[in-house]
């Protein structure tokens, strides 16, 4: 069975920082690539990074280029996202997912966590 289970999220002030992580379980980790998406109260799937199965690649949605960063470590099954310089606009619930995906092409629910919440408020 496939498992995703994410962590880090939390409250923090405009302008800090907060580090997600995902562990999967259930599947090979190292052949898959491995994305993060993000769903703000009100509305849609937002597409937010993906990383290529050996982290040779990585891709960002244009909203968090240059503040988020994605990584992984194989051998911990583990996939990572740094955020910094954090805007309101980044509230949102917090997903990874298994596969490659991006703004035109969205994660099912089956290949997704159950996510971690993360507030970016004063």
């Known amino acids: 069975e496939v498992q995703l289970v994410e962590s880090g999220g939390g409250l923090v002030q405009p302008g800090g920082s907060l580090r997600l992580s995902c562990v999967a379980s259930?599947?090979?980790?190292?052949?898959?690539?491995m994305t993060w998406v993000r769903q703000a109260p009100g509305k849609g799937l937002e597409w937010v990074s993906t990383?290529?199965?050996?982290?040779?690649?990585?891709y960002y949605a244009a909203s968090v280029k240059g503040r988020f960063t994605i990584s992984r470590d194989n051998a911990k099954n583990t996939v990572y996202l740094q955020m910094n310089s954090l805007k309101s606009e980044d509230t949102a619930r917090y997903y990874c997912?298994?596969?490659?995906?991006?703004?035109?092409?969205?994660?099912?629910?089956?290949?997704r966590g159950q996510g971690t919440q993360v507030t970016v408020s004063s």
């Open positions: 259930g599947f090979s980790f190292s052949s898959y690539d």
């Open positions: 997912a298994r596969g490659y995906y991006n703004e035109y092409r969205l994660p099912p629910l089956s290949n």
């Open positions: 990383i290529a199965s050996d982290g040779s690649g990585t």
